[in-house]
């Protein structure tokens, strides 16, 4: 099912919207970190970068089976071997690796679904003991060029707050990730 207002601008527009390096130095992803899983790969705007960064393998999803297809189009212009772009329904099906396979799993921009302590849930199953579930949201304190509206976007505090519902711990404090997002790092105890 997709996730109420989940669509797209266009992609010149959305890849302006993201400091991209940024985002991913702030969850200190490198050449040391393993497989990866990604919910909601868009454009791929964080998939491609991410891949060129980690030593292991982006299993990237998305239910929208036309971004799944453009980010391995672009993936293989980019020569890059290790993303798997899959079509999948997450909150149905899990993120189809096996328990405890990843390093980290993204959740960026996703968490004012509708389940958000089911993907939360979701995520901490696919991460291995101590692994990561990096969460970037839309500031609600700010305007913001896009994002859902503002009664649905989660606060910092609501999604430690769910954390351990989840069963994950919050390290440290929500962060800035300029110019529009905020950032969290959860982990699997």
């Keep these: 099912m997709k996730l109420r207002e989940s669509g ?3 992609q010149d527009f959305w890849e302006t919207l993201f400091d991209v390096p940024r985002i991913l130095d702030a969850f200190g992803f490198g050449p040391d ?3 990866v899983v990604e919910l909601g790969c ?5 998939t491609l970068p991410l891949a ?8 990237t999803l998305d239910i929208d089976a036309a971004m799944v ?12 071997a290790n993303i798997k772009a899959v079509t999948r329904d ?19 921009n996703i968490l004012h679904a509708e389940e958000p302590v089911a993907l939360l849930r979701a995520a901490r199953e696919v991460v291995r003991p101590g692994g990561l579930v990096a ?3 839309w500031r609600s304190d700010i305007p913001t060029p896009r994002g859902p509206s503002l009664d649905i ?8 707050a769910w954390a351990p519902e989840a069963g994950l711990a919050v390290e440290g404090t929500s962060f800035d990730l300029p110019p529009w997002h905020f950032g969290l790092k959860l982990r699997r105890a």
């Design 8 to 10: 797209m601008p266009p």
């Design 33 to 35: 970190t393993a497989e």
């Design 42 to 46: 868009g454009y791929g705007t964080f």
């Design 52 to 59: 060129r960064r980690i030593g292991g393998t982006v299993h």
């Design 69 to 80: 297809a453009l980010t391995a189009q672009r993936a293989a212009e980019a020569g890059l």
């Design 90 to 108: 997450v909150l149905a099906a899990g993120f189809g690796r096996p328990a405890g396979s990843c390093a980290a799993a993204l959740l960026f």
């Design 135 to 137: 969460v970037i949201h």
């Design 153 to 160: 976007r989660p606060h910092p505090e609501k999604i430690t």
